[in-house]
Structures are given as C-alpha cells and as structure tokens.
C-alpha cells in the first residue's frame, strides 16, 4: 500500500499535472488527426524526454496515450474517419447517430464511457498488477491462437443478418492479411515485389481507406441523400456552462443505467490490453460483438445505437491500462506506445523487466496514477474540444467532401511517410465503395485483417512448439477453459442460424 500512497504523492505536485495535462491536450491533437497516434507522439518527444527524470518523462507520454484513445472518436463520430485504429469499431454507431443530428450526444457518451473505463481499469492495475502479470505470463502462442479464433467466431455477431456476406468479407479480410512474408520462414508470398507489403498490410490506412474514404465518395456520387438537418446552425437557448453540466449528467446517467454493459466492455479491453500483441482494434470490436450479442435492441445497432458507443470507447481506454501490465511488469511492449515508454525508460538507465517492479516501484505507481488522472480529466477538457470539433458537422458538404479526403490522404502518408500508403488508402476506399454498393459489410473484412496475422503466426508457432501434436493445443487450463468459450460460441451460432431459417 506504501508505494500506491507514495506514486500518488509524487505525481501531485505542479510539475506532475502540468505534464499531465499537456500530454492530455496532445494525446486530443494527435487523436483527431487520421493516422496520426500516440506512438507517432511519443516517438518524436523520445529524444526531448532526456531532459525529464524518467517518471515525468513516462507522465506525459502515458497522458498522451490516454487522449489520443479517447480523441480518435471525434472524426469517427462526425465525419466517419477514425482519428485511431481503435476508433474504427466506434464510427459503426457513432456516424450513424451523426448523421441524425445527435453528434454532440455521441461524443458525449464517447467521452464519458472512455473515462469511465479508463479510470476502472486503471485502479485494477494499480491494485492488482503483481498477480496479473503472473496471468500474462500464462497466455502463449495457443492461447493467443484461441483469442483469434474467438473473434473470427464473433462475425456472424456483428453481421448477423448476412452471415454468408460476412463470412465472405471475413475471409477476404484474411486472405488479404496474407499477402506478407511467411511469419515463420519470411519468403514472399502475394507482395507483388512491393518491399512495403513485406511484413504486413499497413493497417491505418486500410481502415481510413474503408470508412472515410468511402463515405465521402459515395457522399460526392450523391450529396443528396445526406441529412441536411445534421449540418442547421442552431443556436443556443442557453448557456455554455448550463449546456456542459446537462451534457455530463446525460452522459453519465446513460452510462449508469447500463453497468453491466460498461463494466463487461471495459474487462474485456482491459484483459486483451494484458496480453502483448493482441491490440486494441480486436478488443473494440469484441466488446461491440458482445454489446450487440446482447442487447434488446440488437437490430438498432448499425444505426445509431449509443451502446455501441459505450462498449467500444469503455474498452478503448481498458486497453491503455491493461499494455502497462506486460510493459512494467515483463518489459514486454503491450502496445506501440508502450514500446516508445520502454525506449524512454533505457535512455534513462532503468533496466526494465521482470525487476522493475521491485526496483523502480515508485515511477511505476506514479505513472499508473498519471494514467488515472489523465482518464479522469478527459471528461472536463474533452468538453471543452470537442464543442469546437462537432462544428464540422455544420460544412457544407461541397466543403466537407474535399477537406477530409485530403485528411483522409494526408493520415495515410503520416503513417510511414510512404505514397504507397496513400495509393493503398484510394484501393481499400474503391473496395470499400464496392462493398457498400452490394451489400457485403465492411466490419468482418477489417477483423480479418486484424485476426488473420495473429491466428496465423501464433497457430506456426504453436505447431512448431508442440511438434504437429494436436495435444499440445490443450496444454494448460487457460487454453481448455478458451476451447470452452469457443465451443460455447459455436453452438450459440449454429442455433442463430437454424432460428433464422425457421423463422424465414
């Protein structure tokens, strides 16, 4: 208990909260920007966080993580270009309800869902991080390899009233995660003698390409279908402060209503978040599978369901506490930002690992406690950006379609300062304008690209491990109880399927 009391002393001070509220505001801008991460921010402080002592430097990179978690909802919610590749799962709901004149109710939920999340998994690291890093240690390559397959069984959750389309995007999804190296041997497989394609299908701009550059282009085919309503001028019967107040007791009162739903989707980020490797895109779109999976109101999601909203962004935050697990605990990167926080810790001498927690408790808990605070404090400063941000939902759309395309293409480039990132950008915004024009959901196709490297490098490996025994995927208890949540999965989806034919 000494040293969670002693980490809080230390970041209480006028150099801890300025950092925190500093790296705050650039997590916000980074966030907001398409393509642009809080890895890519914390990369270029690396080599100014010299000057810091290690625990300021590591402050302000982990307030950075926590804004840009949270800001890369904003472009999602308004103009369906996630500012994260977090955020992606977030536009399914968020742009919907845009488009319906409630953008300023969505970020609101957004806002208030991440830090509530934020804050509930951090206290759980902060509590229970010397355990949790023992069940970090127990998930390998099959449990890994399990964690993939559940997901790729959630398609038919998120897609559930066109599972072949699904299962058909899914696959693609997969097939085209596919075109990289070998995981095991690293020979070429699809690249096309693009050295770019080597390691992996550039994920930010295939995201940017399938939800903000779609959208716009099927915008300028056809402004007309676009709601004016959401773009009227509508001026305030009352005051900024009145209207802010209303806002947060909205949004909290919705979140309190729903419990279950926010704790479920944060324990869902938060425990992906534990396991290195796993990253947030995956466990978004599992706490919205599971959020739809069950609500009363599976139907609405996909039009504007504000749950949707709570389970994606509750989790988006989740998984920023749970990467500190593997990070100080093993000295394992949960996340690329977390890599960036390791860099810091080697220029400044501490020998991260398995010690650090014995050596260097108190940056740890200080850092933790940054995180904390960093969360919490997103409900105030977010309300004050992001009234600004929700204006872009008054452009005229002549304006709009060119000034996000530009966005859209300027992300893309920021991601690894390459024009094939751009190029790739345009070819994944044609096949998503394809998708939309007959019917096949873009959802399972991300998820694929997503889940089709991990099931793939976990299962060569777990293959090579256990020696081509099918035993070997058995080998501890964690990976039969996930064979039971995969067996589980499968009979729920079967019986989905025989419902649906009986009821047609």
Not at 84 to 97: I, K, N, R, S, V
Not at 200 to 227: C, D, H, Q, S, V
Not at 304 to 325: F, H, L, Q, R, Y
Not at 460 to 484: C, N
């Amino acid at each position: 208990m000494e040293p969670i009391i002693a980490g809080l002393i230390n970041l209480m001070t006028i150099q801890g909260i300025t950092l925190v509220l500093l790296g705050l505001l650039g997590g916000f801008f980074v966030g907001v920007l398409p393509g642009f991460t809080s890895s890519n921010a914390a990369a270029i402080l690396l080599p100014l966080s010299i000057y810091l002592p290690s625990e300021y430097a590591l402050i302000l990179m982990a307030a950075i993580y926590a804004g840009a978690a949270f800001a890369g909802a904003v472009p999602a919610i308004l103009i369906n270009v996630p500012g994260t590749a977090g955020a992606a799962a977030t536009a399914l709901e968020g742009y919907p309800m845009t488009r319906a004149g409630k953008a300023e109710f969505a970020i609101a939920i957004a806002r208030m869902a991440s830090a509530v999340g934020g804050c509930i998994a951090t206290l759980a690291v902060i509590a229970f991080i010397q355990p949790m890093s023992q069940v970090a240690l127990t998930f390998g390559s099959v449990e890994l390899f399990i964690v993939a397959v559940i997901g790729l069984l959630l398609i038919g959750s998120l897609v559930g009233d066109q599972p072949v389309k699904a299962l058909i995007a899914g696959f693609l999804g997969m097939l085209i995660a596919a075109m990289s190296a070998d995981p095991q041997y690293a020979q070429p497989r699809l690249t096309f003698g693009f050295i770019e394609l080597y390691d992996r299908i550039p994920f930010i701009p295939a995201i940017i390409g399938l939800f903000g550059l779609t959208e716009m282009l099927l915008l300028a085919a056809n402004r007309k279908t676009l709601l004016a309503r959401s773009f009227e001028i509508v001026a305030p019967t009352d005051g900024i402060v009145q209207r802010s107040l209303r806002e947060i007791a909205s949004s909290f009162d919705y979140l309190l209503r729903r419990p279950i739903l926010t704790l479920k989707s944060t324990m869902i980020g938060f425990f992906l978040g534990v396991l290195p490797g796993v990253g947030v895109t995956l466990a978004n779109f599992l706490s919205y599978a599971e959020a739809k999976r069950t609500s009363p109101r599976a139907a609405n999601f996909g039009k504007g369901e504000p749950d949707g909203i709570v389970a994606t962004e509750a989790s988006d935050n989740a998984v920023t506490a749970g990467t500190m697990v593997p990070t100080l605990t093993l000295g394992i990167p949960g996340s690329p930002t977390a890599a960036v926080m390791l860099a810091a810790l080697y220029m400044h001498g501490v020998a991260v690992g398995p010690q650090l927690m014995v050596n260097y408790t108190l940056e740890a808990y200080t850092v933790l406690w940054a995180l904390f605070f960093a969360n919490l404090l997103i409900i105030p400063i977010g309300l004050m950006v992001a009234g600004p941000l929700s204006l872009v939902t008054r452009l005229n759309p002549l304006f709009l379609v060119p000034i996000v395309i530009t966005l859209c293409l300027i992300g893309a480039y920021a991601v690894r300062s390459s024009m094939f990132d751009v190029w790739l950008t345009i070819i994944f915004g044609i096949v998503g304008v394809i998708f939309r024009r007959f019917g096949f959901p873009v959802v399972p196709l991300i998820l694929g690209l997503v889940l089709g490297p991990l099931a793939e490098a976990n299962f060569v490996r777990a293959m090579l491990l256990g020696q081509g025994e099918i035993a070997y995927f058995f080998r501890s208890w964690t990976a039969v109880g996930l064979w039971g949540v995969v067996a589980l999965l499968s009979v729920v989806t079967v019986l989905r399927v025989v419902r649906g034919r009986d009821a047609s």
